[in-house]
């Protein structure tokens, strides 16, 4: 359960200098509330733009496409330029008075100004630019030039062109960069270049054959690609033979200073990291308690015993093994995946739980070899606000290739009960569903400075409401699966925790997932990788879940009869991807 459309890491505000001749234009006009409004609005127009400029590539995922032939090079300089700028803007920030903007504007000026100081945070404090080779990949990039249908293919063939011409430059500076990496990113730096070189291949040469350029523009083209390759196949080598040899890493964990300081600003959560903490570690035991009392009326019929035993938790687990083994076969995951899309989609609407938009297509795939490596089997890859109308991806990574063992214990975990949960999670009305709502919000800001909790959390609290609306029968063993799923998500966040602040070894964590989570070895082994690789994001889920159930109880509780399922989901989803917190208060200023 991941995605790719949270705010890149070393997506860092490069800032206004674009702004530096229209300062003047900054500070309000008058001490009107309309007056103010409309002013901050200009500036969070030009606040975009600069952002965009500075950092082409997230623009282009966002589906901006105007700096599509761009590619920034990481250097020391440019690092200086951002810094610089940053100051500048937080400056520019201060003229506004908060307190008289609008709701709606109120919380965009503190997306931004968190934006702003989780840039210097990344940038000053963390340095994953640093330590992380991953961050380094341009195969991405150009893959998401290459697949878009925003322009004639000529153009976008261009663009690629323009932005291959700094590769060399961009390695180099990569190379500079890194300085007491870590293993596990540097692994998966090798791992993910390595699947990059396939952007580089037969499909991007088949499309300049085709296109109309020039001859002289294809052999330019034709040029770069091939140097692409060399020097990504040198990126690769230069950290197989100089940087994993050497043995200069630093740890992993980042550390509980600096993870309590990171899920203040990637979350924005009421709660800090340790008070999530402790409630996870609650909910587990709520989740525990629910599942030894289904697994005990359960057990009859699908487990049989000798002698019953007294550790009610050991029936719960034999009761999620049988249930397990039931699940689609390797060659046919991914098809599996493809054909309950329009089996959800008929729920939702005949449920009335939510308007759906049958013009945005999503397109099941196999999630493309660069994407791959990082721990997690499915993911959403989504078009920006710009691109509206472009296709998003629900990436599903094919079981080929896997030795059968491996692939079976992936496929117990993936069963018929917990893939249909991912694929709501994923999909309907989950991910996809939340992202196609956050593209018509209004505001520009809060669609590009998601809060990937609340995004988390939506696609979270999505599997129990579908379930709440009779989904899979109201049956023991479909809620049994959930509170294992729902464990899933309340362990990654304990998880997270202990490993990043904390110092948990990978034996205890896999011994805990297995235990208290009920996974499967891969699904262990996978969430162990996934949190040596992330930090702060794995909390997202249960944190934004939380928040979310929280809001509609609480809305339930004061609406009485009048509470209405499907306009508190479509309120709620139309203030785009703001955090929990400022979408409450904006839901309860129009009660």
Same mark, same amino acid.
């Given at each position: ?104 504007? /109120? +919380?965009?000026?503190? @997306?931004?100004?968190?934006?702003? &100081?989780?840039?210097?945070?990344? =940038?000053? #404090? ?65 791992? /993910? +270049?390595?699947?990059? @070189?396939?952007?580089?291949?037969? &499909?991007?040469?088949?499309?300049? =054959?085709? #296109? ?44 509980p200073a600096l993870f309590a ?27 525990? &308690?629910?599942?030894?009392?289904r697994a005990m009326r359960l ?60 013009t945005k297509p999503l397109v ?228």
């Amino acid at each position: 359960m991941t995605h790719r459309y949270l705010l890149p890491a070393a997506a860092l505000l490069a800032g206004s200098l674009a702004f530096a001749a229209c300062d003047s234009g900054n500070k309000p006009l008058s001490g009107t509330p309309e007056t103010l409004d409309a002013d901050f609005d200009a500036y969070k127009a030009r606040f975009i733009d600069s952002l965009w400029y500075y950092n082409p590539e997230w623009a282009s995922s966002a589906g901006f496409h105007r700096y599509d032939s761009l590619l920034v090079v990481p250097t020391a300089g440019r690092r200086q330029v951002e810094a610089a700028a940053r100051a500048r803007r937080a400056k520019e920030m201060q003229t506004y008075p908060v307190g008289k903007l609008s709701v709606n504007n /109120q +919380t965009d000026y503190r @997306l931004m100004q968190n934006y702003l &100081a989780s840039s210097r945070f990344y =940038a000053d #404090s963390l340095r994953d630019w640093q330590w992380n080779p991953a961050n380094y990949n341009v195969g991405g990039s150009v893959a998401e030039i290459l697949n878009g249908r925003y322009w004639p293919l000529d153009r976008r063939l261009r663009a690629i062109s323009s932005k291959l011409i700094q590769v060399a430059d961009y390695y180099e500076a990569a190379k500079q960069n890194i300085e007491r990496p870590t293993r596990e990113h540097t692994n998966l730096a090798v791992r /993910q +270049t390595q699947g990059g @070189l396939a952007v580089f291949g037969p &499909a991007l040469l088949d499309s300049v =054959a085709k #296109s109309g350029l020039s001859e002289a523009e294809k052999q330019d083209l034709k040029n770069r690609i091939s140097n692409t390759r060399l020097t990504m196949e040198g990126y690769v080598r230069f950290l197989q033979t100089e940087v994993l040899p050497a043995g200069n890493f630093r740890s992993f964990r980042i550390g509980p200073a600096l993870f309590a300081r990171k899920f203040a600003l990637d979350i924005q959560s009421t709660y800090s990291a340790e008070e999530v903490y402790r409630k996870a570690l609650a909910h587990k035991q709520e989740l525990l &308690a629910d599942m030894k009392a289904r697994a005990m009326r359960l057990y009859p019929k699908y487990v049989q015993y000798e002698a019953v035993p007294t550790d009610t938790l050991r029936i719960a687990a034999d009761v999620v093994a049988a249930l397990s083994r039931e699940h689609a076969t390797p060659k046919r995951f991914v098809e599996a995946v493809r054909e309950q899309m329009p089996e959800l989609v008929r729920w939702v609407n005949e449920h009335d739980l939510l308007t759906q938009d049958p013009t945005k297509p999503l397109v099941v795939r196999e999630t493309p070899l660069y994407m791959r490596g990082s721990g997690a089997g499915a993911s959403v890859s989504a078009p920006g606000p710009y691109d509206k109308g472009a296709d998003t991806y629900y990436n599903v990574e094919p079981l080929d290739g896997q030795p059968a063992a491996q692939a079976e214990s992936y496929l117990r975990e993936y069963n018929t009960y917990t893939l249909q949960i991912l694929n709501i999670h994923e999909a309907i009305p989950g991910h996809y569903t939340q992202l196609v709502y956050a593209n018509r919000s209004p505001s520009l800001i809060k669609s590009i400075l998601g809060n990937g909790a609340m995004i988390e959390g939506w696609a979270v609290y999505a599997e129990r409401m579908m379930l709440e609306s009779g989904y899979g029968g109201n049956t023991d063993e479909f809620w049994l699966m959930w509170d294992k799923w729902n464990m899933r998500v309340t362990l990654n966040a304990i998880l997270d925790h202990e490993v990043q602040a904390g110092n948990i070894t990978e034996a205890a964590a896999v011994a805990m997932l297995r235990r208290d989570g009920f996974q499967e070895e891969s699904e262990a082994r996978n969430k162990w990788l996934r949190a040596t690789l992330s930090q702060v994001q794995l909390s997202s889920y249960f944190t934004g879940y939380t928040e979310i159930y929280d809001l509609r109880e609480e809305l339930k509780k004061q609406q009485g009869a009048k509470f209405n399922l499907k306009a508190f989901h479509e309120q709620f989803l139309s203030y785009g991807s703001a955090p929990v917190k400022y979408i409450r208060e904006m839901m309860l200023e129009k009660k």
